[in-house]
């Protein structure tokens, strides 16, 4: 009698794994991780701007994993993806599952304005309905999310890489977030490296989206700071809340987050920032433009590989985190 994950391997075929455009050097190091190459396909782009995938041999009953984090320009690397996932049901892949270290969009989760979308579960929609089956994506900005799909998922979480790399620094420091909606997830950081919390109070300006630093809930005087968030977008709220810790007498400040979206003008903004060290993953590449020498990169690829093998071989991915 087979165990499950071998009957579950005879039912997929092998794994074939593509690499979108949006992180390739990731999608590389997951492949090495892994030991199974990339698949070959082309990816073009006509003069109109319309998108052809084009595979350059059969994926019929296979295993399909696309690699694509949502790159700038976000909305044609979106069609992308989901022009690779009409391509692979097409040729009558045996399982698709869609890989995005970065999901865009995932700050649209929620009508908190009048007259306006929900374009999380627009996107989620349309990856259904390309023909996706799975899918995988890390530290999304609201878990809500999840929750948007019928079918299923992995939410994972690059919390443990970024902690294990601070323990090993073994800092006298203070956990921050940058505001108070990340508080539930700063406390997780403060509990796991042992260290205590602070909160930096904002509040919205008139009916302006623009907010402002207001106050420091807890102490930071003579410590270390780390701030924590899922993502770097402009860099406002991290500005603040560097200048903050630092008038309430902070020592050495270090920024860790998930995903580097660094929009401009981030780059900018941290490079002036009295920042120690910023602490980063590569779900989304950074471009050489805006890479600064105290920037720290770490890799997501044994996390994803680890998935996509447990995926691939119907074992649980709980286990991974001891759940």
Request: hydrophobic share 40%; charged share 25%; glycine share 6%.
């Amino acid at each position: 009698m087979l165990a499950k994950g071998k009957t579950l391997m005879m039912a997929y075929g092998e794994i074939k794994l593509f690499a979108g455009t949006g992180c390739p050097e990731l999608a590389q190091r997951i492949s090495n991780y892994i030991h199974v190459p990339l698949s070959e396909w082309d990816i073009l782009r006509f003069p109109n701007e319309n998108i052809l995938v084009r595979l350059h041999g059969s994926v019929r009953g296979q295993d399909v994993y696309v690699i694509h984090s949502h790159n700038r320009p976000i909305h044609r690397s979106i069609m992308e993806m989901l022009i690779a996932i009409d391509c692979l049901k097409r040729d009558s892949a045996g399982r698709i599952t869609v890989v995005i270290p970065y999901l865009s969009y995932s700050q649209s989760d929620k009508k908190d304005q009048p007259r306006i979308p929900i374009t999380a579960r627009l996107l989620a929609n349309m990856i259904e309905v390309a023909g996706a089956d799975r899918w995988i994506t890390i530290d999304l900005h609201s878990g809500q999310i999840q929750g948007f799909y019928n079918i299923p998922g992995d939410s994972l979480t690059a919390f443990y890489i970024l902690v294990d790399y601070f323990r090993k620094k073994k800092l006298d420091a203070v956990v921050v977030t940058p505001d108070l909606g990340f508080a539930k997830r700063g406390r997780n950081y403060a509990a796991e490296l042992d260290m205590p919390l602070a909160f930096v109070e904002k509040r919205r300006i008139g009916n302006e989206s623009i907010r402002e630093a207001l106050s420091l809930i807890g102490s930071v005087e003579n410590k270390d700071v780390i701030i924590v968030d899922d993502l770097i977008d402009t860099a406002g709220s991290i500005e603040q809340a560097v200048n903050l810790v630092k008038q309430k007498g902070a020592r050495d400040v270090y920024i860790s987050a998930t995903h580097a979206v660094l929009s401009d003008p981030a780059a900018e903004r941290l490079k002036n920032m009295p920042v120690k060290e910023i602490v980063l993953t590569d779900t989304l590449p950074i471009p050489e433009h805006k890479m600064l020498p105290n920037m720290t990169i770490l890799t997501v690829a044994k996390l994803l590989g680890e998935v996509i093998l447990r995926s691939h071989e119907g074992r649980s991915v709980g286990e991974l985190f001891n759940e």
